[in-house]
C-alpha cells in the first residue's frame, strides 16, 4: 500500500533553495522523499525524538519527517543540507 506525501510549508521552502542552489542533491532528495511512500521506514532512517518521527540522509541532505499510519500519510517537516 502506497502512502501519501506530503510537503509542510518549511519543507517546501528548502526544496525550492536546494533546487536552485544544488541540482544533484535536489534530485536524491526527491527520489529519497518518493520512496517514502512505499517504503516509510527505510533501513537508513533513524527515530528523532518523538515517536512518528524519523530522520533520513539523501547524499548530503537530511530529510526529517513523520509517519502517520493511521492515515496512510508520511509527512515532510523539513529538509536540509548537511554542513
Known amino acids: 500500500m502506497s502512502l501519501t506525501v506530503v510537503l509542510r510549508e518549511t519543507a517546501l521552502r528548502n526544496l525550492a533553495r536546494l533546487r536552485s542552489e544544488d541540482k544533484e542533491a535536489f534530485a536524491q532528495v526527491r ?8 517504503e516509510p521506514r ?3 532512517a533513524v527515530a528523532w525524538g518523538t515517536a512518528g518521527t524519523y530522520r533520513l540522509h539523501a547524499g ?4 526529517l519527517y513523520e509517519v502517520d499510519d493511521e492515515a496512510a500519510a508520511v509527512y515532510i517537516i523539513n529538509v536540509g543540507i548537511m554542513s
Request: no cysteine.
Open 31 to 38: 527520489s529519497a522523499i518518493a520512496a517514502l511512500a512505499d
Open 42 to 44: 527505510p533501513s537508513g
Open 60 to 63: 548530503s541532505a537530511r530529510i
